[in-house]
């Protein structure tokens, strides 16, 4: 028998979420592995935070090119020349990184090869479904990110007893097979002609896309802020129960791991649901509920460790079950021709954010002695804007 023209569709985007994991090994690598570095460079918390950032400047500076390239060269070469870069700058990392300077350049370069598979890769799971089952399909994609980061901490808490340049090596070799992988998957899909030239103007004065990215701006600077200090804040919990800092940074990274691969099902969910409930209500929902969170999570150690690793897993399960009808809700409301050049400014307007939300984080930790309460609060706030950017439509 035959498959479907709709089962060879889930079936593709499984592959293409196959890659999108392996392509994002490298991101969580550093977050996993911060206490350490921290004590072998003597980072303060805003100068680690300010490496994360470095990452996300990369990516930003790069995504509002690549997508928009989208509309004029089409996915393919952009998304394998990403992934290879990607990867290189990830072995770089692993050979020559042995300061703030060399790891906030590197991680800076290595940034930019995300941008390339991400964003592209999204574009063609909007192309390939039709409305009424996108937001699952989007989910389902958007969750390979979750499921790439969680496997990235998972993979740093395993391999960090072997050092911390053991990590990175392993987890570059990911894009680079992820290439490999999209070399087979990755095919240009659009129906729309290609443009000549980038234009971003029009996209501008697109009311309702710009308030579906303001609130996705909102949503990324709590979900980033959230990805790159829960590790350490789990890691302090363990220390104070009197681990050392090696096998205390270990399990943080693991049980981090396992709050993000929560998180990767509740983006799936999150999808579905939106195809029924509609985007704007399931936005609103999810975003209040993961606000709420991140005022309260900072406050609760006195609670106990079992206590807040519950809480943990709940955020990880809130934080991201808007965030693919989020980019759904954009890639709906943009003009057919210039769909990659919307989606290039809701991720650098998006990915922008968190370049600033890490070391704002860090910086609140400073100015505050250490008060975990204070910071994960910042996200809160931050979310809140966003409930009210989607609120007005």
Partial sequence: MSRSPASTAWRWLILLAVAEIATMLTFGSYSGALPVLRREWGLSAAQAGAIFAGQQIGYTG?????????????????????????GVFGLLFAGFARDYPSAL????????????????????????????TRGGAMGVYISAFSLGVSLSLLLTGALLPLGWRAVFLVTALGPLAAATLAWAVVRDVSSAPMRRRIEFTRVLRNVRAMRFITAYAAHNWELFGMRSWLPAFLTSLWVQRGLSLTSATARGAAFSSLVLLASGVSNAFGGWVSDSLGRRRTIMIFLTASAALSVSIGWTPPLGLGAVLVLAVLYGLL???????????VAESAEPDLLGATMAVQSSLGFLVTAISPPVFGAILDATSGSWGWAFLSLGVAAGLGVLAVARL
């Fill in 319 to 329: 934080v991201t079950a808007e965030s693919s009808t989020l980019s759904t809700a």
């Fill in 62 to 86: 790069a995504v509002l090119v690549l997508s928009a390239l989208t509309d004029v060269i089409g996915v393919r070469r952009i998304y394998l020349a990403s992934a290879v870069w990607n």
């Fill in 105 to 132: 350049i590197l991680r800076t370069l290595g940034g930019m090869g995300l941008a390339g598979t991400y964003m592209p890769g999204m574009r063609l799971v909007v192309e390939s479904f039709p409305a009424e």
